[in-house]
């Protein structure tokens, strides 16, 4: 029972060790793309927070105008010395501009005046703004008209009783809060910055409680639907740099672990290595082709034995030195020619060997019995 429980006991060690080291390894990657994720998020926040500050102008921009005239003449007289008049700056902290060069802006002037019998009797008048650029030059100029609105005495005295606790405690005033629109589409040069305006108000007798300059800009296209749609265009812009950033993350890893999607340099080195080993290959399948058709020419061929009536010598064992035999065969013309034949295969020499055994010794004459002669030819053979 033990002897069977032991080698269990080992494939179950080596199973649990494959499983942890397999656990961990899931983990450390699992641990790493969620670190990748979150800076590719991170990034992906930022970079749509710097493209919305860059490109979104200044939405809406408000700022209190605080007339001033001269108050050096006649006391007696109720009427205002000169037309109440204010300089208002376009800079913001100073050194930024508040509209954007070509955004198109709407610019209106808001007045709390009370309804007072003065400003009952004012009637209209005349409201003028002209903008100038640093140098203290008048790009443009408007001028609007504008009243209270008209009350009745019954309303008046409705509205007065109807309103009288508000009234008593002071929660509320008699008053009307006028708004005049001086433009409607108003863009600045980008060579002639608009960086202050001047309002001024053609009326001595007027009676204002505060006023406040707006300026809210007036989107179209891209801008309109940041500003309009900020949340869908959010989560738009956020998802488009996750995906892009995600994309050079990927051919970053791709390029580092493989070389590449499509490494041709390593293709082509595998198929030059594959052409080398099949040349190889061929190579060697000839050359061992070429040994069997010797071996087996070898084996084939006719031993030269010269003639029984002559003296052979030989020196030292025939497994250690090549014998030689040496025939002399009378030609036809009297000459006696002296054949050597070592002691081989004709198929092991070369082609030029035996060309130039063919060319030298002429044509082989016909075997008889088991002697080989050479014959020179004859100058009759010739012709």
């Known amino acids: 029972m033990g002897g069977t429980m032991g080698p269990i006991l080992l494939w179950l ?21 969620f670190c990748v994720l979150v800076l590719l998020l991170w990034v992906s926040i930022f970079l749509y927070g710097s493209f919305y500050y860059s490109y979104m102008p200044t939405v809406s921009f408000s700022t209190p105008v605080h007339f001033y005239y001269k108050s ?33 802006y709407r610019i209106s002037l808001e007045l709390e005046m ?29 001028g609007r008209s504008t009243m209270l609105h008209y009350r009745s005495s019954l309303l ?12 008593l405690t002071g929660m509320t005033e008699q008053k009307q809060i006028i708004e005049v629109e001086l433009f409607s ?44 749609f900020p949340l869908i265009s959010a989560v738009i ?7 892009f950033l995600s994309v050079i993350v990927l051919f970053s890893y791709l390029q580092f672990i493989w070389g590449g999607l499509w490494p041709p340099d390593q293709v082509r080195v595998r198929v030059m290595i594959g052409d080398n080993t099949r040349i190889q290959q061929r190579r060697e ?35 250690e030195a090549e014998p030689k035999n040496i025939s002399i065969v009378p030609d036809a013309s009297g000459a006696d020619v002296l054949e050597i034949n070592e002691k081989g295969s004709h198929d092991s020499k070369g082609p030029e ?31």
């Open 13 to 33: 060690q080596d199973v649990a060790a494959v499983t942890l080291l397999k656990a961990r390894r899931t983990l450390f990657q699992a641990a790493i793309l």
């Open 114 to 142: 009370p309804e007072s019998p003065v400003n009952e009797q004012l009637g209209m008048f005349m409201v003028k703004m002209s903008c100038y650029t640093k140098g203290g030059k008048t790009v443009s100029s408007v």
């Open 237 to 243: 812009g956020v998802a488009t740099n996750f995906a």
């Open 156 to 167: 008046q005295t409705l509205s007065t009783l109807l309103f009288s606790p508000l009234l």
């Open 353 to 383: 060997e035996i060309e130039g055994l063919e060319m030298l010794d002429g044509c082989l004459l016909p075997q008889q019995g088991e002697t080989m002669l050479r014959q020179r030819p004859a100058p009759w053979m010739k012709l």
């Open 72 to 104: 050096d003449c006649d006391a007696s007289d109720s009427a205002l010395c000169s037309f109440p008049i204010a300089n208002i700056s376009f800079m913001k902290n100073e050194r930024d501009l508040v509209m954007a060069y070509g955004q198109p």
């Open 185 to 228: 589409d108003y863009k600045t040069n980008a060579y002639e910055p608009t960086v202050g305006t001047v309002i001024e108000i053609h009326s001595k007798r007027v009676q204002i409680y505060s006023s406040q300059l707006r300026i809210h800009a007036y989107f179209t296209g891209i801008r309109y639907v940041l500003y309009n």
């Open 285 to 319: 399948e000839a050359r061992k082709r070429m040994e069997r058709e010797n071996s087996q020419k070898e084996l084939d061929s006719p031993k030269i034995i010269g003639p029984v009536n002559e003296a052979s010598d030989f020196q030292g064992n025939d497994t």
